[in-house]
Structure formats: C-alpha cells, structure tokens
C-alpha cells in the first residue's frame, strides 16, 4: 500500500504546476482520493478530491476555479492541476486514498487512511 506523490517545486506567482500521485494496490482505483496540504505552522487542511470513478469532485473555496483534480484509473495517476499559483498554496501538498467509500467524495482528512509523503510546493510573489 503505497502512495507517492510528486511534482512539487519552485513557482513564481500566477505559474502553473501538476502534481501526481502514483498509487500501488487495485483497491486505489476504485475508491476516492484528495489532496491535501499543510503549511507551516498550520493545521492539514483539504484541497481537492475525487470519486472512484472519477465522475465528482469537491474543491476547497480557496482553490475552487483554479486547481483541478482528475484521475486516469487506467494508468493509475491522480493528478492536481494547479494554476494561477499564489504565495497563500505554498505549503506541503499531500495525497491520500479512500478506499471503499462508493461514489462518496470525503473531504475530512480523517477519512482518508492511506497517505503518501508530501511534495513541496512553493510560490514566490
């Protein structure tokens, strides 16, 4: 049961990045996943996540318009689209699986049992 997510780095405001998680472990595709992430200082808080299928999602308000998250269940990947980056999503960005949950898009980081290390992400204004 691994997760591993990558793509992090150094942006500069209004850039783009995508992370990616890689997830081992046929129960992944067919249940949720969300990014989170985690500032310093600051408590672990929900982006983005996405049912099994891939057909709902859910956004936090603060990236909702700007951050997308899609799967591809073929070849594994759950990504995070980021665009319009600003120095308030510098933070630790982390991913996590949900298996078993049905079409159910969980938004509580205590819903998640399964998480991967974190990527960095930094934006500089």
């Known amino acids: 049961v691994q997760l591993q997510a990558s793509g992090g780095g150094v942006v500069q405001t209004g850039d783009s990045l995508r992370l990616s998680c890689a997830t081992s472990?046929?129960?992944?595709?067919?249940?949720?996943m969300g990014w989170f992430r985690q500032a310093p200082g600051k408590e672990r808080e929900f982006v983005a996540a996405i049912s099994g299928s891939g057909g709902s999602t859910r956004y936090a308000d603060s990236v909702r318009g700007r951050f997308t998250i899609s799967r591809d269940n073929a070849k594994n990947p759950v990504y995070l689209q980021m665009n319009s980056l600003s120095p308030e999503d510098t933070a630790n960005y982390y991913c996590?699986?949900?298996?078993?949950?049905?079409?159910?898009?969980?938004?509580?980081?205590?819903?998640?049992?399964?998480w991967g290390q974190g990527t960095l992400v930094t934006v500089s204004s």
């Open positions: 996590a699986a949900a298996p078993g949950v049905g079409g159910y898009v969980p938004t509580g980081r205590y819903e998640y049992h399964y």
């Open positions: 472990g046929r129960a992944f595709s067919t249940g949720a």
